[in-house]
């Protein structure tokens, strides 16, 4: 066929595929118009999840008679400045939309409508676009002093084919409901209304602008939980800034729903950002969690390309290096000045186990001799050896203190046994002091005002860790060499892959070297580990690294497999400790930053306020 030139009917369709994709693009590019506009207030309508009508209206400064009929052509904008010479530099945008696309398209695909009143005019004016076909520009009742209002009426009804693709009105309303949370979160100093078929889902009155505005509208979009357990992010780096709030390990999610990333106040969906944030959460959640997140970037309009796709949701860095680097720091610093700190939400999930089964009042009389004497989750008093003592009436705090007995000194050098003679006040530390140990793994511990229960295993396994992560980055991990060494038997793939990290672990303290086809030969472990089982952890290294492969950096790989030398390393799961090591515990998980999960994002406690147990006992 010969080259001809396509009908502008044509090229608008093809363009308005690129923008309008489905109702709610249509409504980001219309809420960007008036967020440029300087609107104060946006208020959104949809019906039949956008396809039957759309309508925005703004407080902007609207569109001047005049200017009303080049809105609707093709590539016109007021949003570019040309130079003395008459070239633009696209490079340099300051503003969210450029392109001079969006109206347009709308129009060549349904029946457009924008009614403004600029700030200088008394009077106020419409012009209509049905299918591409202009209508003659008319007088028009405008409600405000200036703004506009754009309705959007039959969307996609010129392009009937592209109606087959949309989803549901429900699914094309969620859509749009998470568009505007979007723009909402990005502009906490605007108002916005959304209301989907008459009904009002969203009100944001205005915030003010700056870190406390900030959280307001993202508690009012994520949830309080968001809130209690967001961390703020403020740090900058050769003139570019990272600021917002990333929620604690702790506050993870099963997928990346939560994660909200802006660049220049543009909602974007960018895998650099998105890596960049799970790296920096790669020591504290396991591979299937996510953290919430809604983290702002601040960047020169010259380092970074916004005009990589038409719907303007992906960019381009110029420095990328910088970028990420300056994300999993100012990430890994909140997350390291939280402390032990964990999420408001562990305690409220542990609440929410303890709710009366329904068919309770028909449970049988209490007596000494009923299973129910035993207490919750069966448990029978303390842990072994120290069952058979009974606590007497009459008997006085020390005396009637148990003290389980301890048969070996714990696997690690960062237990300092201190005195417990006399007890320890709760008053005076943040987790308190131990009161005993249940299961042989979960330490109780009295607070100011309440109670704290400690998983020993997890909580260890983190401190390890860190002292391990400090030792590695000082060059330092102390090794102990094995009076025999010995062999572990693998896969030869295994095996090979395990030998040809062999420099990166002796970094960590493990000395490997190959011995045959399908074994290693462990020379020296971490002298941390104590009397590591050695071969479950080359065998789980071994794992790890076949697991990762290279979806991960080295480090990351590294970090990975230093987390699974320290659950070996740690106290296990049913080791009886004596209180004055509870109570070691407690003080190196106060002082240990991150000690509020374990290395897989887990709790290491959860806290019960004194108010929290009295609801459970109906005392409130």
Request: proline share 6%; charged share 25%; aromatic share 4%.
């Amino acid at each position: 066929m010969p080259i001809r030139r396509l009908p502008p009917e044509t090229v608008n369709r093809i363009a308005a595929g690129e923008v309008v994709e489905r109702p709610a693009s249509a409504i980001k590019e219309l809420v960007e118009n008036a967020l440029d506009a300087g609107a104060a207030h946006i208020e959104i309508q949809a019906d039949g999840g956008g396809l039957s009508r759309i309508l925005i209206a703004d407080d902007g400064k609207g569109i001047p008679r005049d200017e009303l009929p080049l809105a609707v052509e093709r590539h016109a904008t007021s949003k570019l400045e040309a130079d003395d010479a008459g070239d633009v530099d696209l490079l340099r945008i300051h503003t969210l939309g450029f392109r001079g696309e969006a109206l347009p398209s709308i129009g060549s695909v349904a029946r457009l409508s924008i009614t403004t009143r600029a700030r200088d005019e008394r009077d106020a004016w419409a012009i209509r676009v049905e299918g591409g076909d202009h209508r003659p520009l008319a007088p028009a009742a405008f409600p405000g002093p200036h703004g506009a209002r754009v309705e959007v009426r039959d969307l996609f009804y010129a392009t009937p084919a592209r109606l087959k693709f949309m989803k549901s009105e429900r699914a094309e309303a969620m859509a749009i409901s998470e568009e505007i949370k979007r723009q909402a979160m990005a502009r906490e100093a605007v108002a916005f209304t959304l209301s989907l078929d008459g009904k009002t889902t969203l009100r944001l009155p205005a915030e003010h602008p700056g870190d406390e505005g900030r959280l307001k509208r993202l508690s009012a979009l994520l949830g309080r939980d968001f809130e209690a357990n967001a961390l703020l992010i403020d740090q900058e780096r050769d003139g570019v800034r990272l600021s917002g709030y990333a929620g604690l390990p702790t506050y993870s999610r099963g997928n990346a729903a939560h994660q909200y990333l802006f660049v220049n106040g543009r909602p974007v969906k960018d895998r650099l950002l998105q890596g960049a944030l799970r790296g920096a959460y790669a020591d504290f959640l396991a591979r299937d969690r996510h953290p919430a997140a809604a983290l702002f970037l601040d960047i020169d309009p010259l380092f970074v390309d916004v005009n990589v796709h038409p719907a303007k949701a992906e960019v381009r860095f110029r420095d990328p290096a910088l970028v990420r680097g300056l994300i999993v720091g100012a990430l890994r610093h909140a997350l390291h000045a939280a402390g032990h700190r964990a999420s408001t939400t562990v305690a409220a999930d542990a609440l929410s186990s303890f709710q009366p089964r329904s068919g309770a009042s028909t449970a049988p009389a209490y007596s000494p001799s009923s299973p129910s004497a035993q207490g919750f989750s069966g448990w029978t008093g303390w842990s072994q050896p120290a069952a058979a003592a009974q606590v007497l009436p009459g008997l006085n705090e020390r005396s009637a203190r148990v003290e389980p007995a301890w048969d070996g000194p714990v696997t690690s050098h960062d237990l300092r046994v201190t005195p417990y003679d006399p007890p320890l006040d709760p008053i005076d530390y943040p987790l308190g002091a131990a009161r005993g140990q249940l299961h042989a793994n979960y330490i109780v511990a009295q607070t100011r005002d309440g109670l704290v229960i400690v998983d020993q295993h997890a909580a260890h396994e983190r401190l390890v860790y860190e002292r391990m992560k400090a030792q590695m980055a000082e060059g330092a991990v102390t090794r102990q060499a094995l009076l025999t060494p010995e062999v572990v038997d693998l896969d030869p793939a295994e095996a090979e892959r395990v030998a040809s990290r062999a420099d990166e672990l002796a970094e960590m303290g493990l000395v490997v070297e190959p011995f045959g086809a399908g074994a290693v030969l462990v020379r020296e472990t971490p002298a941390m580990l104590g009397d590591a089982d050695v071969q479950g952890l080359i065998r789980d290294i071994a794992d790890d690294l076949s697991e990762h492969g290279q979806a991960l950096s080295l480090k990351e790989r590294l970090a990975a497999i230093c987390g699974t030398m320290a659950c070996h390393g740690s106290v296990r799961s049913g080791r009886v400790l004596s209180a004055p090591e509870m109570n070691a515990l407690l003080r190196q998980m106060e002082a240990t930053p991150h000690s509020g999960q374990c290395n897989h994002g887990r709790p290491t406690y959860v806290e019960l306020k004194l108010h929290d147990l009295e609801k459970l006992f109906g005392r409130r």
